[in-house]
């Protein structure tokens, strides 16, 4: 106890910059660090499945329409449920996200819309996510470049 | 107590500090997931490919195209002036992505064959914090279907039309010249052809 009283200047500074720095650095935002890590499914492209591997994921499958009046949900299996895009990252949404146990499949009409909230869900720490599409060459160059051979550019 | 223990719990307290701390280098969104939702699907994170069709012809400076497909296909074509980040190094530390962003004026429009990657890449550059990043709508796909294969047909334009259809003509004809000739005069080419925005601001050094 002489100690501490001792030197409770000190341990005081030490122990509110130790919570300020655990602070800033872990609460900061909701999303976790290191973002390569959890955009890593995203380069190899095994996050975006279409249909028919739809039907072949295992599990308790939550599909999420990502629509304003629940357009897609024709598309999806039963046990589907709608919010529009913004309403995703609300507390209550997010939780039940987080809380769900089994992939969660994305689907909008517009793919970079899926697109964007499946990043912005796995930066949240959300792993077994997918992005469902309708045709799975939206990355794919669908035009041939045909280069002008009669060009002579002046230089 | 000895001075060099108070020193000893001082450091280990530090160091505890230092552990709990993520390993410098690593990226993390630091902005509002809510407000970063609302950022990037609004419609003002988009541009066409018919505004960036006038980008190009205009050779404006407050753009940067960053093509996000591999350095391959960007050989192959590419939207004129555009510089090659693949996606999968977007945030590798050597890229050095912020670099692309220091200047705030500057817009940095991401774009690849379709919606995924640039959407993708408009989430991760808004939520590290950059602002004036964008995506070009439909990507290359949608250029080629808008401003590579734009045709007129009917009897009458209106002026807004054949403004619009002039710009798409003169962006097919850039986009033709510089990506029909060889890689070695590629850049070359570009860098005769670009403007000094010196010229324009009406100063001189």
């Known amino acids: ?155 | 107590m000895n001075p060099r223990i108070v020193f000893s719990i001082l450091l280990g307290s530090f160091g505890l500090i230092l552990a709990f701390l993520p390993s410098p280098g690593t990226a993390r969104l630091t902005e509002n997931p809510k407000t970063l939702l609302y950022q990037s699907i609004e419609k003002s994170a988009y541009f066409s490919v018919d505004q960036v069709a006038r980008f190009v012809v205009s050779e404006d400076s407050t753009v940067l195209l960053v093509d996000l497909r591999n350095p391959i296909d960007f050989k192959q074509v590419s939207i004129p002036g555009s510089i090659n980040i693949p996606y999968n190094q977007l945030l590798n530390k050597e890229t050095n992505l912020e670099s692309y962003f220091a200047d705030n004026k500057k817009r940095v429009i991401f774009y690849s064959n379709g919606d995924l990657y640039s959407g993708y890449a408009l989430v991760l550059a808004r939520g590290l914090g950059f602002a004036n990043s964008y995506s070009m709508k439909g990507g290359l796909n949608e250029w080629f279907s808008t401003v590579m294969n734009s045709a007129f047909t009917g009897d009458r334009i209106s002026a807004r039309e054949n403004a619009l259809f002039e710009t798409r003509t003169r962006a097919k004809k850039y986009f033709t010249e510089i990506n029909s000739l060889p890689d070695s005069l590629k850049l070359q080419f570009a860098q005769k052809s670009s403007f000094d925005p010196k010229k324009l601001d009406g100063g001189c050094e």
């Open chain 1, 1 to 155: 106890m002489h100690i501490l009283k001792k030197y409770q200047l000190l341990f005081i500074i030490v122990i509110v910059s130790a919570a300020l720095v655990l602070f800033k650095s872990l609460t900061s935002s909701g999303f976790k660090s290191d973002a390569d890590k959890w955009a890593a499914a995203s380069f190899s492209g095994e996050n975006v499945i279409s249909q028919e591997q739809l039907k072949d994921l295992s599990g308790n499958i939550l599909a999420i329409d990502l629509s304003d009046h629940g357009e897609n949900m024709a598309k999806l299996p039963e046990g589907a449920v709608s919010f529009p895009p913004k309403s995703v990252m609300d507390d209550r949404i997010l939780r039940m996200i987080h809380q769900h146990n089994g992939p969660v499949v994305l689907y909008a009409d517009d793919l970079a819309i899926s697109a964007k909230i499946w990043m912005l869900l796995s930066q949240t720490g959300q792993t077994q996510l997918y992005v469902l599409t309708d045709s799975m060459d939206n990355e794919t160059i669908k035009y041939k470049f045909r280069p002008d051979t009669l060009i002579k550019p002046e230089l």
